[in-house]
């Protein structure tokens, strides 16, 4: 098979001028900030009281969960570990949690993320009260009925030339956030 690399090359140098162009003409700004109590997210029927807390939003959106009880993170953690420990030995795709990777990190920050469709679906996959299948912290699966309180702070991504943002892009973005804040779960975009 014979491949043109050199056209590849200038094919590619074409590609990262142009998403560097999309990107010089984007805006990011803050959208909201969301505070929870646990006992606010327990199950689905509690959390249905607090929903018209989680706005919704036609622009794809980047967003931290921080743990604002920073003197419990450590009993936190301490159940999460032995949740993982249980939930791994479970059943793939039956009866195991799809659970956010964990990085150890030393941090009050849980997860950065984004979503480009459904922020409120997304949000309540890591309070626990939303499926299992989805990769998310699913808090309140693991908690143990812990009392702390969580911030979200949500960031918009918007277009200034009006033109869709491509999922890659806003990954892009948030890879930024992550890096700089390191969070504790979670892993870097799928770039």
């Given at each position: 098979?014979?491949?043109?690399?050199?056209?590849?090359?200038?094919?590619?140098?074409?590609?990262?001028?142009?998403?560097?162009?999309?990107?010089?003409?984007?805006?990011?700004?803050?959208?909201?900030?969301?505070?929870?109590?646990?006992?606010?997210?327990?199950?689905?029927?509690?959390?249905?009281?607090?929903?018209?807390?989680?706005?919704?939003?036609?622009?794809?959106?980047?967003?931290?969960?921080?743990?604002?009880?920073?003197?419990?993170?450590?009993?936190?953690?301490?159940?999460?570990?032995?949740?993982?420990?249980?939930?791994?030995?479970?059943?793939?795709?039956?009866?195991?949690?799809?659970?956010?990777?964990?990085?150890?990190?030393?941090?009050?920050?849980?997860y950065?993320?984004?979503?480009?469709?459904?922020?409120?679906?997304?949000?309540?996959?890591?309070?626990?009260?939303?499926?299992?299948?989805?990769?998310?912290?699913?808090?309140?699966?693991?908690?143990?009925?812990?009392?702390?309180?969580?911030?979200?702070?949500?960031?918009?991504?918007?277009?200034?030339?009006?033109?869709?943002?491509?999922?890659?892009?806003?990954?892009?973005?948030?890879?930024?956030?992550?890096?700089?804040?390191k969070?504790?779960?979670?892993?870097?975009?799928?770039?």
């Amino acid at each position: 098979m014979k491949i043109d690399s050199e056209h590849i090359v200038k094919q590619s140098e074409e590609f990262a001028r142009n998403i560097a162009k999309q990107i010089s003409k984007i805006t990011i700004r803050p959208f909201c900030e969301i505070s929870f109590h646990s006992s606010e997210y327990r199950d689905r029927e509690t959390l249905s009281n607090y929903l018209h807390k989680i706005p919704n939003s036609d622009n794809p959106l980047i967003y931290i969960i921080q743990i604002k009880s920073p003197k419990i993170l450590s009993t936190l953690i301490k159940y999460f570990e032995d949740y993982q420990s249980a939930n791994k030995l479970k059943v793939k795709n039956k009866d195991r949690v799809n659970l956010s990777r964990y990085n150890k990190t030393s941090t009050d920050i849980l997860y950065v993320g984004s979503s480009t469709t459904d922020f409120k679906t997304r949000i309540k996959n890591h309070l626990g009260t939303e499926g299992t299948r989805v990769y998310s912290l699913h808090l309140c699966k693991w908690d143990n009925c812990l009392e702390y309180d969580l911030n979200i702070f949500a960031y918009e991504v918007i277009s200034e030339s009006n033109e869709v943002i491509e999922r890659f892009i806003v990954e892009i973005l948030e890879q930024q956030f992550w890096d700089k804040l390191k969070p504790i779960f979670g892993k870097r975009s799928g770039l």
